[in-house]
């Protein structure tokens, strides 16, 4: 694998806590993450809401500094990096947001919207010019005959449609990588195949690596099938790997209680199904995270007095495969 976007023991804190009575406490969204993407190659990152998913993405495309750590592309730190190689890097990494409603602006029209970053790095020099390419860009999307859309105000547009524009305006500026936060996730289950297929498509024709952020499993498995996934529990990575082997042959308690807990469509098959039971089904808070390994608490394979007192190591069960459990301590 070559290293095009990495993150490196990559930590992101916040204070939380205001007034003189209430006191200031630290809370670690993303805690010492470990990741690297190749040239056109998808990574998906999974996990359940609020384990710090979307603040590893927006890391990664330099939206927020880490608090630790360091975000690397082709090798250099990028919060290091010169005011003209800094914006290099942002036009390289760019991001789709989860809420195509909330990303786009309501007060301008996909013209304004997606003329902007080309002007600003003069991709084109004209009205004209901008048109054409827009033209272009909307039919790369499937937003055809493009005269139809152009001039239209995002509210005047379906949930699909708006987040073509998204993914339109993400590739405008020919970047390296994408980071898609929860791309699919607000928009008609009738319309995610078919934007999912448009960025498979998109990254075969313009080479572009994809960090693809979701919470749903199935959703993961089938947009980086030929990639790899990590899974994210309170903001640090517990599994990582090639994504049907994850999916397939979860090694992590918390990946096979996330995968058992999926609903059958076969009723048959959802009787018979036998679900992982939990120690405790309550999520830690952020404010208050367990001692050793995070998912302690609620792990059926808990081991007391080694789990619940130092965080796991890497445990690697192959060249391209890690799980962090004392269950396969000894093993690689």
């Given amino acids: 694998m070559t290293g095009l976007l990495e993150l490196m023991d990559v930590s992101v804190a916040y204070q939380v806590g205001r007034g003189i009575l209430s006191t200031k406490k630290v809370v670690k969204a993303v805690d010492r993450v470990n990741l690297e993407l190749g040239e056109a190659q998808t990574l998906a990152l999974v996990g359940e809401s609020g384990c710090g998913k979307t603040t590893t993405g927006k890391a990664a495309a330099g939206l927020i500094k880490p608090t630790e750590g360091s975000v690397l592309f082709r090798g250099r730190d990028v919060w290091k990096l010169d005011r003209s190689e800094f914006r290099e890097f942002r036009r390289s990494v760019q991001i789709i947001h989860q809420d195509p409603f909330a990303s786009l602006n309501s007060m301008l029209t996909i013209y304004k919207t997606l003329s902007?970053?080309?002007?600003?790095?003069?991709?084109?020099?004209?009205?004209?010019?901008?048109?054409?390419?827009?033209?272009?860009?909307?039919?790369?999307?499937?937003?055809?005959?493009?005269?139809?859309?152009?001039f239209k105000y995002p509210h005047q547009l379906s949930g699909g449609q708006r987040q073509r524009v998204v993914v339109a305006r993400a590739i405008s500026i020919n970047p390296k990588v994408i980071v898609a936060d929860e791309p699919v996730s607000m928009?008609?289950?009738?319309?995610?195949?078919?934007?999912?297929?448009?960025?498979?498509?998109?990254?075969?024709?313009?080479?572009?690596?994809?960090?693809?952020?979701?919470?749903?499993?199935?959703?993961?498995?089938?947009?980086?099938?030929?990639?790899?996934?990590?899974?994210?529990?309170?903001?640090?990575?517990?599994?990582?790997?090639?994504t049907n082997s994850v999916i397939l042959d979860p090694q992590h308690p918390?990946?096979?209680?996330?995968?058992?807990?999926i609903p059958?469509?076969?009723?048959?098959?959802?009787?018979?199904?036998?679900?992982?039971?939990?120690?405790?089904?309550?999520?830690?808070?952020?404010?208050?995270?367990?001692?050793?390994?995070?998912?302690?608490?609620?792990?059926?394979?808990?081991?007391?007095?080694?789990?619940?007192?130092?965080?796991?190591?890497?445990?690697?069960?192959?060249?391209?495969?890690?799980?962090?459990?004392?269950?396969?301590?000894?093993?690689?």
């Fill in 187 to 242: 928009i008609d289950v009738s319309l995610r195949l078919q934007v999912l297929r448009l960025m498979k498509d998109l990254q075969h024709k313009m080479g572009i690596s994809y960090l693809f952020i979701t919470h749903d499993l199935a959703t993961g498995r089938y947009f980086a099938s030929d990639g790899y996934t990590a899974v994210m529990y309170l903001g640090s990575i517990v599994e990582y790997g090639p």
């Fill in 116 to 150: 902007a970053p080309l002007f600003q790095y003069k991709i084109v020099s004209s009205k004209n010019e901008a048109v054409e390419h827009i033209s272009k860009l909307l039919e790369t999307v499937g937003l055809v005959p493009p005269e139809e859309f152009i």
């Fill in 264 to 332: 059958e469509p076969d009723p048959e098959r959802t009787r018979k199904k036998k679900v992982m039971q939990l120690r405790s089904l309550d999520v830690p808070s952020l404010l208050n995270i367990p001692p050793g390994c995070k998912f302690h608490p609620r792990c059926p394979f808990f081991i007391e007095g080694k789990c619940d007192k130092q965080p796991p190591p890497r445990y690697y069960l192959d060249d391209h495969r890690w799980v962090a459990c004392y269950l396969y301590e000894g093993v690689g």
């Fill in 254 to 261: 918390y990946t096979k209680v996330l995968l058992s807990a």
